[in-house]
């Protein structure tokens, strides 16, 4: 359940200016970081000594209130006031870029050497297809193709490269760069509200529908 579920990805999403200009910037996993009521002060000082992944984690114990953990320790940390959050877990990613994008999201998919090896094809995980506890592998080439929701999140959680968590989140960045260019183009977007009504209903989140449909 949720209290035993640390955050896989942590993204924060700025949108400013008359033209809706957007910054995203991934926070690695690993990154230690104080986390009031849990870690330890020192001579008075702070020490960072938690893991960010675990924040929403001791969020969730404390009376579901992960989400809202995560956003006060990027506070504490990093001084950064979020204002909205979205959560979502892996099915739901999943359904939501097939509701978005039935034809699937066009990528240049890329991974680093394996053992200094250079590949043309990787062995990933298939985390949605897990059975019995044994997770399945799916193959996927290197170069232009259409991914599908469960290809895409398979693709984008992949770390066994060479280039390993940091590898990782530049494909995730990758992942959700694609997605806002492609989620503007009408030809490749589904009945626009209507598949974003469906997405929003899936997503655990306090942004309000209309900064969607406005923004």
């Known amino acids: 359940n949720s209290a035993e579920t640390r955050t896989d990805t942590i993204m924060v999403l700025n949108v400013s200016g ?6 995203l910037v ?6 230690l970081v104080y986390i009031d009521g849990y870690s330890k002060i020192v001579n008075g000082q702070k020490q960072t000594d938690n893991k960010l992944n675990v924040a929403y984690e001791l969020g969730e114990q404390e009376g579901q209130k992960g989400a809202e953990m995560v ?4 506070k504490d940390n990093f001084d950064l006031d979020i204002k909205y959050y979205a959560l ?7 359904t939501a870029i097939d509701t978005l994008f039935p034809n699937g999201v066009s ?3 890329q991974f680093s050497t394996i053992d200094g090896e250079k590949v043309t094809e990787v062995e990933v995980p298939d985390d ?13 080439k290197v170069g232009q193709q259409q991914m599908d929701g469960r290809t895409l999140l398979n693709y984008a959680r992949f770390r066994k490269d060479d280039e390993g968590d940091f590898g990782r989140t530049r494909r995730q960045q990758e992942v959700l760069t694609a997605v806002f ?4 183009d009408p030809t490749k977007l589904f009945t626009g509200s209507e598949a974003l ?5 899936l997503t655990s989140t306090n942004v309000p529908y209309s900064f969607l449909l406005t923004n």
């Open 181 to 184: 260019q492609q989620v503007k």
């Open 107 to 109: 990528m240049n998919a």
């Open 71 to 74: 956003r006060q320790v990027l």
């Open 128 to 140: 949605l297809n897990m059975k019995d506890g044994v997770v399945p592998n799916q193959t996927i």
């Open 197 to 201: 009504g469906k997405v929003f209903a």
């Open 18 to 23: 008359s033209d809706k200009k957007i910054k």
């Open 26 to 31: 991934s926070f690695m996993r690993d990154n």
């Open 88 to 94: 979502v877990d892996f099915q739901t990613f999943a």
